[in-house]
């Protein structure tokens, strides 16, 4: 779906086969990896590419050595280069689940269209359906750290990694009105050090120093638990802090939806509505009236 095209339209050549609850990341301008998700029988660890020349996914290999997880749903893969994923979740079988979250490195090869996992000393907590983001950390030599949010009953962040000065050259697409319309929105509110308690299957997406979650699906009541709120995580200086913004339109509530920075903008695509159940056809754009 091309933003200044007009109405979306389905890829030719070869499909790949069926998940749900996966994650992807694109990778040297031309593939779209999908890494792991639940295929209707098991949880996988496996990567399939979209070929975005030819139009056909490619099922991948691992490569020798490596250390795949038992099997990931509900997690998330950040790009951290052209050949490097920071993959995080709980892993498991379809009979097995663990307490922990466990954290990986997965290398990419294009060329050679393998993958190889390696898991991290470091765990997280015990997380599915949370969202990461790579953020700045502040200060006048600045590095990078990957952010856990929500996916379980703590409303703290967690740490999956951390780069020093000039380790990571990845950056989140220039925005330039957006970055300076989400400074002015912070602004005029009051931060707090605590952000959304039991948020799980709500997008995210990086917009300069902040972070920008919407909607999700709540644990911490029955009833009403699609939500709508919009929250911005404000990483420019130390400590960070979230700003929390209602939203009255019930139109707008989602979970498993996807929010993408495209020119400037802030996309919302698919996901389930109010009753968490009707897939949402909508595509809508975030705009802020400061």
Same mark, same amino acid.
């Not at 991948?60 to 997880?69: D, E, K, L, N």
């Given at each position: 779906?091309?933003?200044?095209?007009?109405?979306? @339209?389905?890829?030719?050549? *070869?499909?790949?086969g069926?998940? *749900?609850?996966?994650?992807?990341?694109?990778?040297?301008?031309?593939? $779209?990896?999908?890494?792991?998700?639940?295929?209707?029988? @098991?949880?996988?660890?496996?990567?399939?590419?979209?070929?975005? &020349?030819?139009? &056909?996914w %490619?099922?991948?290999?691992?490569?020798?050595?490596?250390?795949?997880?038992?099997?990931?749903?509900s997690?998330?893969?950040?790009?951290?280069?052209?050949? %490097?994923? =920071?993959?995080a979740?709980?892993?498991?079988?379809t009979?097995? /689940? @663990?307490?922990?979250?466990?954290?990986?490195?997965?290398?990419?090869?294009?060329?050679?269209?393998?993958?190889?996992? *390696?898991?991290?000393?470091? @765990?997280?907590?015990?997380?599915?359906?949370?969202c990461?983001?790579?953020?700045?950390?502040?200060?006048?030599?600045?590095?990078? /750290?990957?952010?856990?949010?929500?996916?379980?009953d703590s409303? %703290?962040?967690?740490?999956?990694?951390?780069?020093?000065?000039?380790?990571?050259? &990845?950056?989140?697409?220039?925005?330039? =009105?957006?970055? %300076? /319309?989400?400074?002015?929105?912070?602004?005029?509110?009051?931060?707090?050090?605590?952000?959304?308690?039991?948020?799980?299957?709500?997008?995210?997406?990086?917009?300069?120093?902040?972070?920008?979650?919407?909607?999700?699906?709540? $644990?911490?009541?029955?009833?009403?638990?699609?939500?709508?709120?919009?929250?911005?995580?404000?990483? *420019?200086?130390?400590?960070?802090?979230?700003?929390?913004?209602?939203?009255?339109?019930?139109?707008?509530? =989602?979970?498993?939806? =996807?929010?993408?920075?495209?020119?400037?903008?802030?996309?919302?695509?698919?996901?389930?509505?109010?009753?968490?159940?009707?897939?949402?056809? /909508?595509?809508?754009?975030?705009?802020?009236?400061?």
């Open positions: 779906w091309d933003p200044a095209g007009g109405p979306g @339209r389905a890829g030719g050549g *070869r499909r790949g069926p998940r *749900r609850s996966h994650d992807a990341a694109a990778l040297g301008g031309r593939w $779209l990896c999908a890494v792991g998700g639940w295929d209707g029988a @098991r949880r996988l660890a496996a990567v399939a590419a979209l070929d975005a &020349e030819r139009g &056909e %490619e099922a991948w290999t691992a490569a020798p050595g490596s250390c795949p997880p038992a099997g990931l749903s997690h998330t893969c950040t790009r951290l280069s052209d050949r %490097e994923l =920071r993959v979740g709980r892993e498991g079988g009979r097995t /689940q @663990r307490r922990y979250g466990s954290i990986y490195t997965l290398r990419l090869d294009p060329g050679a269209r393998t993958y190889c996992y *390696r898991e991290e000393s470091c @765990r997280s907590a015990s997380r599915s359906g949370h990461a983001a790579l953020l700045p950390t502040p200060g006048p030599r600045p590095g990078h /750290q990957l952010l856990l949010f929500g996916g379980c409303a %703290e962040p967690e740490v999956a990694g951390h780069w020093g000065y000039g380790k990571i050259q &990845e950056e989140a697409p220039a925005a330039p =009105r957006l970055t %300076e /319309q989400l400074a002015k929105l912070v602004s005029s509110g009051q931060g707090s050090r605590q952000g959304p308690r039991g948020l799980r299957h709500h997008s995210c997406s990086v917009v300069g120093p902040f972070a920008v979650l919407f909607g999700g699906e709540t $644990l911490t009541r029955a009833r009403d638990t699609i939500c709508n709120d919009l929250y911005v995580y404000d990483a *420019r200086r130390a400590p960070s802090l979230w700003f929390h913004f209602p939203c009255a339109d019930r139109a707008l509530k =989602r979970m498993g939806h =996807r929010t993408c920075l495209c020119n400037d903008q802030l996309y919302l695509v698919g996901g389930f509505g109010e009753d968490g159940r009707t897939a949402s056809p /909508q595509v809508c754009t975030l705009d802020l009236f400061l």
